[in-house]
């Protein structure tokens, strides 16, 4: 069988040896001699089925096939072809069973029928200016490739063990040539394959393997002013003003998965290698953001905030962008964010988005009012206590220097102090002992001598009469102010740092060592106001009364700080008009304690029984009150003279200021 002339050239081409490689090369024009060829031109190379028909006797057989690489021939048309209408869809016709090629007679050795496996019957080459409809419904792609090449009236080699699939195109219009062409390597790169053009033919490869072979470098200059197409290229990429490591990691991720993008930091370049369409994208990308900082930052306005905290500010609007977002995402990116030293704010926002945001900012950042809390915090105590009875207390000494003592006392009597003065014969001594024991209120008393009967010496009865009234009256005032913005927590306290005995240990040499903590004792008031559109203030309040009632514990040398406190507390949210005064908490406490004590039987005889016994009683009464009144300031001035008139109260309650 004979083969194209213009075959040649690819036969010896390095890296095709042993495969099936096609070369469809244009048909000649009409009236040439017709090459001896299969139908359509196809010529395969190694793995041809054998004939299964057995050879006629005396009939010519065709020369063997060239071994290792068989370029094929290009797609032959009729002699006399048909021109195809324009606009009309062509859809291939199906192999017909049996097709085999025309034996033709040399002059040679007979040598077995080789019989090829026909391609799909492809239409003729159109006119200059003709149209295609492309109409494929899984195609394969050595057939896409063969419509293309007859089409376009180019050569295309490629692996048939590497390039394979299927595809379908639809084309609800008629193409030209050129979009035939982009058509094909769109399906091509869909497929991960590129058209790598040489000077004899389109070569057809991987896309990851295009890279290393001599694919066209585009102009930056140019690149966008040209239809973008599917074939893959390289463009060389200088940077001017951002690093090209740094774009680096901005490109990757709109880069296809084999394209290729390196950085030069020598020079500040990119070299990227992808399809036309996308190295054009990437392009006006690099374009966008490759510029001055200057210019960067001319769309950036700052807003000095005025009554509130831009770093707050900050947060609500990147919050309501957030939102936006969700429903549309913005056609520009929107920065904001707070600069604490002077509280502004920096916005970069495009104009329709800029307006709305200082729209924003002007109804927030508003002169918030102010609200003046003033709390009395008032408790009276009142004890009072009686205490009246009789104590005696004598005693006798033995032989031998001891001392027995009798009586009727009560607990922690002053009579228990009178040792001393029963056990002395010295007047003076007894008297000094006498009075150290005597307590507040009515003490009457007498020692006499002792008494010597019948052998024995006897000390004479002691008697001792107390009668004790006390009354404790204790008034507190408190009356703390604070000032605060509308729904902002406020606190004041008022009172002292008492230091509480937690912990007592002893070191190696035998001395203590105590652990304290120390905590707050006095008036403490926390109070949160909100204001609603009606003047109402709406307050959360927490008050709190602390009090000394022990400071410290032991006795003699051994007494340590242990303060034992009483406190009273409240917490409650109430809702007040401006300036009213509200009770917010009362306590009123009565307790009443008497106590009895004497010599049983003795003690409870009408009359005299109060010379055997004594008798207290104590009634303790406490009133706490706390006292709210809010006054709302709206304005500056409000203010000043709200502050101008706590003034004049405070000097005149110094007596400083004029009666």
């Not at 869809?89 to 097709?99: D, E, I, K, M, S």
């Not at 740092?497 to 070191?507: E, F, G, H, I």
């Amino acid at each position: 069988m004979s083969r194209p002339d213009n075959a040649t050239d690819s036969q010896a081409r390095p890296g095709w040896t042993g495969q099936t490689v096609e070369s469809i090369a244009q048909s000649p024009p009409p009236g040439a001699p017709q090459p001896d060829t299969p139908p359509n031109g196809i010529v395969s190379g190694e793995g041809s089925p054998p004939s299964t028909e057995p050879d006629r006797p005396g009939a010519p057989t065709a020369p063997p096939a060239d071994q290792g690489t068989a370029p094929i021939g290009p797609a032959v048309a009729p002699s006399i072809a048909p021109q195809p209408v324009p606009a009309r869809p062509f859809r291939p016709a199906p192999t017909p069973r049996g097709v085999q090629s025309a034996p033709t007679v040399r002059p040679t050795v007979p040598t077995p029928t080789v019989r090829r496996s026909p391609p799909a019957i492809l239409p003729p080459a159109p006119a200059p200016g003709s149209l295609v409809q492309m109409q494929f419904d899984n195609i394969e792609l050595r057939d896409l490739i063969r419509f293309v090449s007859n089409i376009m009236g180019r050569n295309f080699v490629f692996d048939e063990s590497v390039v394979k699939g299927k595809a379908t195109v639809l084309s609800p219009k008629s193409l030209t040539r050129d979009e035939v062409f982009r058509v094909f390597e769109s399906v091509l790169n869909y497929q991960g394959f590129a058209v790598v053009p040489t000077p004899e033919a389109l070569k057809i490869v991987r896309a990851a393997d295009a890279k290393g072979l001599p694919i066209e470098t585009l102009d930056r200059q140019y690149i966008g002013k040209t239809t973008p197409e599917e074939k893959i290229a390289t463009m060389v990429c200088p940077l001017e003003y951002l690093d090209s490591n740094t774009m680096v990691g901005i490109l990757r991720p709109l880069m296809a998965r084999d394209a290729y993008l390196v950085s030069v930091p020598a020079t500040n370049s990119l070299i990227m290698i992808d399809t036309e369409a996308n190295l054009q994208r990437l392009n006006q990308v690099i374009t966008s953001i490759d510029i001055p900082v200057s210019k960067q930052l001319s769309g950036i306005d700052v807003y000095n905030v005025q009554h509130t905290n831009a770093a707050d500010l900050a947060k609500v609007l990147q919050s309501l962008l957030a939102e936006g977002k969700k429903a549309a995402a913005p056609k520009e990116k929107i920065f904001i964010t707070a600069y604490a030293p002077t509280n502004s704010l920096l916005v970069s926002a495009p104009p329709e988005d800029m307006k709305e945001i200082r729209r924003i900012i002007d109804e927030v950042d508003t002169f918030r009012p102010q609200v003046l809390v003033e709390a009395a915090i008032i408790e009276v105590s009142a004890t009072k206590g009686k205490s009246l009875g009789v104590e005696w207390l004598t005693g006798a000494r033995s032989g031998d220097g001891g001392l027995a003592i009798g009586g009727s006392i009560a607990p922690s009597s002053p009579l228990l102090r009178l040792g001393t003065a029963l056990t002395n014969t010295d007047s003076a001594a007894a008297i000094a002992a006498a009075a150290g024991a005597i307590n507040p209120g009515l003490n009457l008393g007498v020692i006499g001598p002792t008494v010597t009967w019948r052998g024995k010496e006897y000390n004479s009865v002691a008697a001792f009469v107390q009668a004790v009234a006390t009354e404790d009256d204790v008034n507190i005032l408190s009356t703390p102010q604070i000032l605060t913005m509308n729904n902002e927590e406020a606190e004041v306290v008022v009172g002292e740092n008492r230091p509480y005995l937690t912990s007592t240990r002893v070191d190696s040499a035998g001395n203590p060592i105590n652990t304290y903590d120390y905590r707050d004792v006095g008036v403490k008031l926390k109070v949160k106001p909100y204001i609603n559109k009606d003047g109402l203030v709406y307050l959360n309040i927490y008050q709190e009364v602390t009090q000394v009632t022990t400071a410290t514990i032991g006795a003699g040398t051994n007494v340590q700080p242990a303060p034992t406190t009483l406190k009273r507390s409240t917490k409650t949210t109430v809702g007040v008009k401006d300036a009213q005064t509200i009770v917010i908490s009362g306590l009123i406490r009565d307790d009443s304690t008497g106590n009895r004590t004497g010599i049983p039987i003795l003690s409870s005889i009408p009359l005299i029984g109060w010379l055997f016994g004594t008798r207290s009683v104590t009634t303790a009464k406490t009133n706490l009150l706390v006292f709210i009144t809010p006054r709302i300031v709206y304005t500056a001035e409000a203010l000043q003279k709200l502050s101008d008139a706590k003034k004049v109260e405070q000097e005149k309650m110094l007596g400083k200021g004029k009666p």
